[in-house]
């Protein structure tokens, strides 16, 4: 069975630096999905970024990037020039055709003034 | 607005009674997903449905019971309702497989308070 970790419960971050945020995950699969979602306030769930398992590439999204280390299983999500609408709480999810999402605990990060 | 509609948005109730949540996915996706979210506790899976057919269960409990209709929208059943199950309840939705980019598409949730 797939699961994902995310070993930093709690982080904060200045407005305008830059944070990143672990994930590990755990699995046999070759092929496959890693999402970052974003829960703020409001408790919406709001997809970040997107990394398909079979690209090199690690994805970006304006300020969002990830750094993709398929070898090591690691997904990390890295925030640059926070900003206050950043404070949420972060999920990482793992995905394979035929079974299951699978979400990590989560992280809450809070973007300081 | 990620197309995926649930209702009710907020529910009050009292111990040992039963709720229907609903879900309507997104137009064309055939897949369901229920997520229970307890205060600040993260997502944990109840159960999917793809096409009518249940796919996958995760921890869903015996008092809880969902299912999927031929037009695609869901129903969760939760009944003998408990304290402990005050939470955030979330339908989600995908795509068949190969119009996917494999991510899923959320509702708003809908939230329930046992007291």
């Not at chain 1, 999402?35 to 769930?45: D, L």
């Not at chain 1, 990482?92 to 699978?102: E, H, K, L, P, S």
């Not at chain 2, 229970?36 to 993260?42: A, C, I, R």
């Not at chain 2, 497989?97 to 991510?103: F, Y």
Request: proline share 4%; aromatic share 12%.
């Amino acid at each position: 069975a797939q699961t994902v970790t995310q070993s930093q419960p709690e982080m904060s971050v200045q407005e305008a630096e830059t944070v990143t945020l672990s994930c590990t995950y755990d699995t046999s699969e070759n092929n496959y999905y890693l999402f970052w979602y974003k829960q703020p306030p409001s408790r919406q769930m709001i997809l970040v970024i997107r990394q398909e398992a079979y690209k090199q590439q690690n994805a970006t999204e304006n300020r969002f990037s990830v750094n993709f280390q398929k070898a090591a299983k690691s997904f990390s999500l890295k925030i640059s020039d926070s900003q206050l609408g950043d404070t949420a709480m972060y999920f990482c999810a793992f995905m394979y055709y035929g079974q299951n999402f699978v979400f990590g605990p989560g992280t809450r990060l809070s973007v300081l003034p | 607005d990620s197309g995926v509609t649930q209702t009710p948005k907020h529910l009050i109730t009292a111990t040992g009674q039963r709720v229907t949540l609903r879900c309507s996915p997104r137009s064309g996706d055939l897949s369901v997903y229920w997520y229970q979210q307890s205060l600040d506790q993260g997502l944990q899976f109840l159960i999917q449905y793809y096409n009518g057919e249940e796919r996958a269960k995760g921890n869903i409990l015996e008092r809880f019971s969902a299912q999927q209709f031929p037009d695609l929208h869901s129903e969760l059943n939760l009944s003998s309702l408990e304290l402990g199950d005050s939470a955030l309840y979330f339908c989600a939705s995908s795509p068949p497989r190969l119009a996917s980019t494999g991510e899923l598409f959320f509702g708003e949730g809908s939230r329930l308070t046992v007291l």
